[in-house]
């Protein structure tokens, strides 16, 4: 049987890579079937795959009675802890502002676009404001 390693665990001082971390240990749950397993039992491995900090944050989430054992909500507050809220003027403002430099190709140019339209709540208009950013 394929034996898999959770991911390692997660840099608190880098919150900004929540969302790569929080993918690996998605994928990690669906390989392992643990998405299969008790709520409980899954919060407990989410917790102590982060590392010992998450204890310390875990602890701090204003959660009702039972909510601290259901996975989607303990998820939802690692994910609000660690994802700050969006200016979405400020990251179409940065989009906007985005030239292609000396030196940039233009896949590398076209990919920057792409990352900076994530946060800027283009929804379907997202391919269009890459093609013509301005």
Same mark, same amino acid.
């Given at each position: 049987?394929?034996?898999?390693?959770?991911?390692?665990?997660?840099?608190?001082?880098?919150?900004?890579?929540?969302?790569?971390?929080?993918?690996?240990?998605?994928?990690?749950?669906?390989?392992?079937?643990?998405?299969?397993?008790?709520?409980?039992?899954?919060?407990?491995?989410?917790?102590?795959?982060?590392?010992?900090?998450?204890?310390?944050?875990?602890?701090?989430?204003?959660?009702?009675?039972?909510?601290?054992?259901?996975?989607? +909500? !303990?998820? #939802?507050?690692?994910?609000?802890?660690?994802?700050?809220?969006? =200016?979405?003027?400020?990251?179409? *403002? $940065?989009?906007?502002?985005?030239?292609?430099?000396?030196?940039? +190709? !233009?896949? #590398?140019?076209?990919?920057?676009?792409?990352?900076?339209?994530? =946060?800027?709540?283009?929804?379907? *208009? $997202?391919?269009?404001?890459?093609?013509?950013?301005?």
């Amino acid at each position: 049987m394929l034996k898999i390693n959770a991911p390692k665990n997660f840099e608190f001082a880098k919150p900004q890579l929540w969302p790569e971390w929080k993918q690996r240990f998605q994928r990690y749950r669906i390989a392992t079937k643990l998405k299969k397993k008790d709520d409980k039992i899954q919060v407990s491995t989410l917790i102590y795959s982060m590392g010992k900090q998450a204890e310390h944050v875990h602890k701090t989430f204003r959660l009702e009675k039972g909510e601290e054992e259901e996975y989607q +909500t !303990v998820l #939802a507050q690692f994910d609000a802890y660690f994802v700050p809220k969006r =200016n979405v003027i400020h990251e179409r *403002a $940065r989009f906007y502002q985005r030239r292609q430099h000396a030196g940039d +190709t !233009v896949e #590398a140019f076209i990919r920057s676009l792409y990352e900076l339209a994530e =946060n800027c709540d283009f929804a379907d *208009a $997202r391919d269009e404001q890459v093609r013509d950013p301005g």
